[in-house]
C-alpha cells in the first residue's frame, strides 16, 4: 500500500524546480496521525515492520503497526481512565524505550498535549516545565535518576497528579506498563467534542536554546522548537513528508535511524511522523552514552538503508576504522541540527562512498533548506528552501538582501499558518512580538544566497561576530579550522576586545594524536592555517584548547555559554584594572 498518495497531490518530480513549484500537501479536516497513518496501516497492512529497538547490549525488539496500533489502544484507554482527556499535558521522559512510540501515539488519539523533555532535566527543569504548561502527568523511563530527580521536583510541581514509570512502581508511582498490559486494545474514534481535527493543538516542545527559561512551542497536529514553549497542531506529521520523502530520502520499507533522544524536535524530524506515513520502519539505538563504534555495528547489522544525525556524530564516525564496517544497505545519509564541516563530508564519503545530505530547520518547523535529490551537493550548502514555506533572506529592514550577502531567514505570509509551521510561543506575548510581529515570523538565523540558489548558514544573530566593521559567521572559520589534523571539534565565538570590540576566538577540542601537543607553537600554526584557508582577517586572534564543549543536551554547541564566560571574564579584568589605578 502506498499511504502518502493520500496526503500528497504528486509523489515524483522531474526537478527541483517542478518539486517547489508544484508539491502539494493535502491536509484532511479532521487529521489525526495516530487514526489515519498507524491504525490504516495496522488495518491494511498489520504484519508490516514499523520499528526495531536495539539498544547497547545488545537487546533487540521488533515491532509491526498492528503491535504499535493495539499498543497506543491501550495507552490512550489508560490515560482516559486516569481522568486524562482532550487538551490536558503530559510530560513525557522515556529516553528512547519503545514505550515513546506507544505513548505519543496513544496520547495523539486521545487529544491530550505531548511534552517531550530530555532525560537529562534536573530539578529545576522539571519544576518550570510543569508549572509552565499546566502538566498533568509525568511518564519516564526505567531509570533511577530520571525518577530521583522527578520525586524531587514533584512537590514542587502544582498541577501534576500522576507519576507513572515503565515497569515495577517505587512508592507513590504508578507502573506504565502494568496499566497498559491491564487496558484494553481497542479504542474508539472519538466524536463530538472528545474529536480532534487538524487545527487543534497537539505537541508543545520546550525549545533547546541557551539562554533565558524555555519557550514553549506549540504544533498543531503538525510541528517545532526554542527554550519558550512551541505550541505545534496535528498538522505537523503532514509537514514532516518534505523531511522524510525528500531530505532524508525513505521509502515504504526502509530501515532509517536518525540518532535523537526522544525529548528533541529531531525525534520528531526523523523517528516517526513522516518516516511513517512514508511507510519506512523506524529503527533506534538506545544508547546509555554514544558509542560511535556501536553505532557502526548496528548500521550493519541491521542493514539500515536511510542514516540521519547531527554533525557531532559523523565527527565521532569518522575517528572509527570505517574500514571495517560493510555499509553496502545504506543509500541515503544526512545531516541536521550544525552545520556540516567540508572536511567531515569529505572523509565519511572517502571510506564509505556515500554523499552526507544536509538540511536545516528549527523545532519551529519542518525542514527549512534541504539537499533535495534533484541537485548536486555542494559540502557546506544547507540546499535550497523547501516548497512548504515562502522563505526569503531579508535585511533588517525587511528589504530582500543580493545573493552573497548575509540575510535573516524570514518566513513570509506565516500567518496564514502553513502546514508544519509552529501555532504560537505558547504564554510568551513578548517572543511572539518579537519573532512573529506581524504576518512574517523571523526566525532569528542568519544565511546568504549564492547565485545558483544555494543558501549557506551563518549562524544565529548572537553568534555573528563583528570585527573591526566585518561580520564573520562562526561557521566559516569553524570549517577552516577543522581542515586541520589537530581539531576534532571547535566553537567560534566572538571575545571581547578594548581596541575591535569583538575578536575571532576559537574552543578546540584536539585529537588523540594532538591532546598532548597543546603548545603556542600550535596556536600559531592554527592560526596560519586559518589565514591559507580563507580570508585573513578571519582567522582567530584567540585560541583555547578545552577537554569537551559545553552543549545543549540535544547534542548543539552552546556558544552562547562561552561567549558569556568571556564577558565576565573582561569585565572582571576590566573592573580590576580600574581598581588598580584609583
Known amino acids: 500500500m502506498d499511504l502518502l498518495n493520500r496526503f500528497v497531490n504528486r509523489i515524483d518530480f522531474d526537478s527541483y524546480e517542478d518539486f517547489k513549484q508544484n508539491f502539494k500537501i493535502n491536509v484532511p479536516e479532521d487529521f489525526n496521525f495516530g487514526f489515519d497513518v498507524v491504525d490504516v496501516y495496522a488495518k491494511e497492512d498489520?504484519?508490516?515492520?514499523?520499528?526495531?529497538?536495539?539498544?547497547?547490549?545488545?537487546?533487540?525488539?521488533?515491532?509491526?503497526?498492528?503491535?504499535?496500533s493495539e499498543k497506543s489502544n491501550r495507552v490512550a484507554n489508560m490515560f482516559k481512565d486516569l481522568g486524562i482527556k482532550k487538551g490536558d499535558r503530559v510530560l513525557m521522559m522515556l529516553r528512547?524505550?519503545?514505550?515513546?512510540?506507544?505513548?505519543?501515539?496513544?496520547?495523539?488519539?486521545?487529544?491530550?498535549?505531548?511534552?517531550?523533555?530530555?532525560?537529562?532535566?534536573?530539578?529545576?527543569?522539571?519544576?518550570?516545565?510543569?508549572?509552565?504548561?499546566?502538566?498533568k502527568m509525568i511518564v519516564c523511563a526505567d531509570d533511577p535518576q530520571i525518577i530521583e530527580h522527578v520525586n524531587k521536583a514533584r512537590p514542587d510541581c502544582k498541577t501534576v497528579q500522576y507519576c507513572s514509570v515503565i515497569g515495577e512502581a517505587p512508592e507513590g508511582w504508578r507502573s506504565l506498563t502494568d496499566d497498559i498490559d491491564n487496558s484494553s486494545p481497542v479504542f474508539e474514534r472519538p466524536t463530538g467534542d472528545e474529536a480532534t481535527h487538524a487545527y487543534d493543538p497537539m505537541l508543545i516542545y520546550f525549545s533547546s536554546g541557551t539562554?533565558?527559561?524555555?519557550?514553549?512551542?506549540?504544533?498543531?497536529?503538525?510541528?517545532?522548537?526554542?527554550?519558550?514553549?512551541?505550541?505545534?497542531?496535528?498538522?505537523?506529521?503532514?509537514?514532516?513528508?518534505?523531511?522524510?520523502?525528500?531530505?532524508?530520502?525513505?521509502?515504504?520499507?526502509?530501515?532509517?535511524?536518525?540518532?535523537?533522544?526522544?525529548?528533541?524536535?529531531?525525534?520528531?524530524?526523523?523517528?516517526?511522523?513522516?518516516?511513517?506515513?512514508c511507510g519506512a520502519v523506524?529503527?533506534?539505538?538506545?544508547?546509555?552514552?554514544?558509542?560511535?563504534?556501536?553505532?557502526?555495528?548496528?548500521?550493519?547489522?541491521?542493514?539500515?538503508?536511510?542514516?540521519?544525525?547531527?554533525?557531532?556524530?559523523?565527527?565521532?564516525?569518522?575517528?572509527?576504522?570505517?574500514?571495517?564496517?560493510?555499509?553496502?544497505?545504506?543509500?541515503?545519509?544526512?545531516?541536521?541540527?550544525?552545520?556540516?564541516?567540508?572536511?567531515?563530508?569529505?572523509?565519511?564519503?572517502?571510506?564509505?562512498?556515500?554523499?552526507?545530505?544536509?538540511?536545516?530547520?528549527?523545532?519551529?518547523?519542518?525542514?527549512?533548506?534541504?539537499?533535495?535529490?534533484?541537485?548536486?551537493?555542494?559540502?557546506?550548502?544547507?540546499?535550497?528552501?523547501t516548497p512548504i514555506y515562502d522563505i526569503q533572506l531579508l535585511?533588517?529592514?525587511?528589504?530582500?538582501?543580493?545573493d552573497g550577502i548575509v540575510g535573516n531567514i524570514v518566513i513570509?505570509?506565516?500567518?496564514?499558518k502553513p502546514i508544519g509551521l509552529f501555532r504560537e510561543y505558547y504564554k510568551n506575548p513578548e517572543a511572539m512580538a518579537e519573532q512573529w510581529p506581524g504576518a512574517d515570523y523571523s526566525t532569528g538565523d542568519t544565511a546568504w544566497r549564492d547565485p545558483e540558489g544555494y543558501i549557506w548558514f551563518v549562524g544565529r544573530n548572537d553568534d555573528v561576530?563583528?570585527?573591526?566593521?566585518?561580520?564573520?559567521?562562526?561557521?566559516?572559520?569553524?570549517?577552516?579550522?577543522?581542515?586541520?589534523?589537530?581539531?576534532?571539534e571547535c566553537a567560534v565565538t566572538a571575545v571581547p576586545d578594548p581596541m575591535r570590540g569583538q575578536v575571532v576566538k576559537a574552543t578546540i577540542v584536539l585529537t588523540k594524536a594532538y591532546k598532548e601537543k597543546a603548545s603556542p607553537e600550535l596556536v600559531k600554526e592554527l592560526q596560519n592555517h586559518v589565514k591559507n584557508a580563507t580570508a585573513p582577517y578571519k582567522y582567530p586572534r584567540v585560541i583555547e584548547f578545552v577537554d569537551e564543549l559545553p552543549k545543549t543536551t540535544s547534542g548543539k554547541i552552546m556558544r552562547t555559554a562561552i561567549r558569556k564566560a568571556d564577558e565576565a571574564k573582561y569585565r572582571e579584568a576590566q573592573e580590576a584594572a580600574a581598581k588598580a589605578n584609583l
Open 282 to 385: 523506524n529503527v533506534t539505538y538506545d544508547t546509555q552514552k554514544f558509542k560511535a563504534a556501536r553505532m557502526l555495528e548496528i548500521m550493519e547489522k541491521l542493514k539500515l538503508n536511510s542514516f540521519c544525525g547531527p554533525s557531532t556524530i559523523y565527527r565521532y564516525l569518522i575517528q572509527e576504522d570505517l574500514t571495517k564496517y560493510d555499509f553496502s544497505s545504506i543509500k541515503h545519509c544526512s545531516m541536521a541540527g550544525e552545520p556540516l564541516n567540508p572536511e567531515v563530508f569529505y572523509k565519511w564519503q572517502k571510506y564509505t562512498g556515500l554523499e552526507i545530505r544536509e538540511g536545516f530547520g528549527q523545532t519551529e518547523g519542518s525542514v527549512l533548506f534541504a539537499n533535495f535529490p534533484w541537485i548536486d551537493v555542494k559540502p557546506g550548502s544547507t540546499g535550497m528552501p
Open 465 to 488: 561576530i563583528k570585527c573591526s566593521g566585518y561580520r564573520i559567521g562562526p561557521f566559516e572559520v569553524e570549517s577552516a579550522l577543522m581542515t586541520h589534523d589537530a581539531v576534532l
Open 96 to 135: 528512547q524505550r519503545p514505550e515513546v512510540w506507544f505513548t505519543m501515539v496513544g496520547l495523539h488519539k486521545l487529544g491530550a498535549l505531548v511534552i517531550p523533555a530530555t532525560f537529562q532535566l534536573l530539578y529545576h527543569d522539571i519544576v518550570y516545565r510543569c508549572n509552565a504548561a499546566d502538566v
Open 211 to 277: 539562554t533565558g527559561e524555555p519557550k514553549m512551542i506549540l504544533h498543531d497536529y503538525t510541528l517545532t522548537g526554542e527554550p519558550k514553549m512551541i505550541l505545534h497542531d496535528y498538522t505537523l506529521p503532514l509537514g514532516h513528508i518534505v523531511t522524510a520523502k525528500y531530505w532524508q530520502q525513505v521509502y515504504d520499507g526502509c530501515r532509517h535511524l536518525t540518532q535523537a533522544d526522544s525529548g528533541w524536535a529531531k525525534f520528531a524530524w526523523g523517528k516517526i511522523y513522516g518516516q511513517w506515513i
Open 395 to 402: 535585511d533588517d529592514n525587511g528589504v530582500p538582501v543580493e
Open 46 to 68: 498489520p504484519e508490516k515492520e514499523a520499528l526495531i529497538w536495539c539498544d547497547d547490549d545488545g537487546n533487540e525488539r521488533h515491532f509491526t503497526f498492528k503491535d504499535v
Open 412 to 416: 513570509k505570509n506565516a500567518s496564514a
